[in-house]
């Protein structure tokens, strides 16, 4: 609450329109919402696999992991980093590097651009073991208080929208075109 007050007054600072101010301050809660969302979620796939797994992982190699993973088919460099939305490459490369040492991933293919990288065995039973913790724990809690299946489909379609728009205002100020 305490920090849902301190975004309201910096938008009532920072507006110039009298009729802005409103919108702006639910922007501003919006804003602050989806940071202890990312925060939250983070936290939550750190605990989750450390609950399943002796090995420690960040957030950002859980979900390099999981996105290996996904649809079980091998993935490039690009790839991964397209599933995850991030552009920082090197970071994903030291990701990879570590799942590798740990046995959670294998290499596939000779030359750079023709890499791609699969779960191991032992990456696929920790990832096995982390869905079925999810499907007892947060699937259970999560059905309990989230809306019904169509509802969370046009919530996924939205927030597939907002991310399109955060991405096109990064655009435009990279662009110096506000």
């Known amino acids: 609450?305490?920090?849902?007050?301190?975004?309201?007054?910096?938008?009532?600072?920072?507006?110039?329109?009298?009729?802005?101010?409103?919108?702006?301050?639910?922007?501003?809660?919006?804003?602050?919402?989806?940071?202890?969302?990312?925060?939250?979620?983070?936290?939550?796939?750190?605990?989750?696999?450390?609950?399943?797994?002796?090995?420690?992982?960040?957030?950002?190699?859980?979900?390099?992991?999981?996105?290996?993973?996904?649809?079980?088919?091998?993935?490039?460099?690009?790839?991964?980093?397209?599933?995850?939305?991030?552009d920082d490459m090197t970071n994903i490369q030291y990701g990879l590097k570590k799942l590798g040492q740990l046995g959670l991933i294998e290499k596939q293919g000779r030359s750079r651009k023709s890499m791609t990288y699969a779960v191991s065995e032992h990456g696929d039973e920790i990832i096995q073991a982390y869905l079925d913790q999810r499907r007892a724990v947060l699937l259970r809690l999560f059905q309990q208080v989230a809306p019904a299946p169509d509802d969370l489909t046009n919530l996924i379609m939205q927030m597939h929208v907002m991310i399109g728009i955060y991405d096109q205002s990064g655009d435009l100020i990279m662009n110096r075109q506000p």
Not at 13 to 42: M, R
Request: aromatic letters at 6%; proline letters at 1%.
């Open 1 to 86: 609450m305490a920090g849902s007050k301190s975004a309201k007054s910096e938008s009532k600072q920072v507006a110039n329109a009298p009729e802005g101010a409103d919108y702006e301050a639910k922007l501003a809660e919006f804003e602050y919402a989806i940071w202890h969302l990312g925060a939250a979620f983070a936290r939550w796939r750190r605990d989750c696999l450390a609950s399943v797994s002796d090995i420690s992982l960040s957030s950002t190699e859980a979900s390099i992991l999981h996105a290996v993973h996904m649809n079980g088919t091998a993935k490039g460099l690009m790839e991964i980093g397209r599933l995850l939305h991030r």
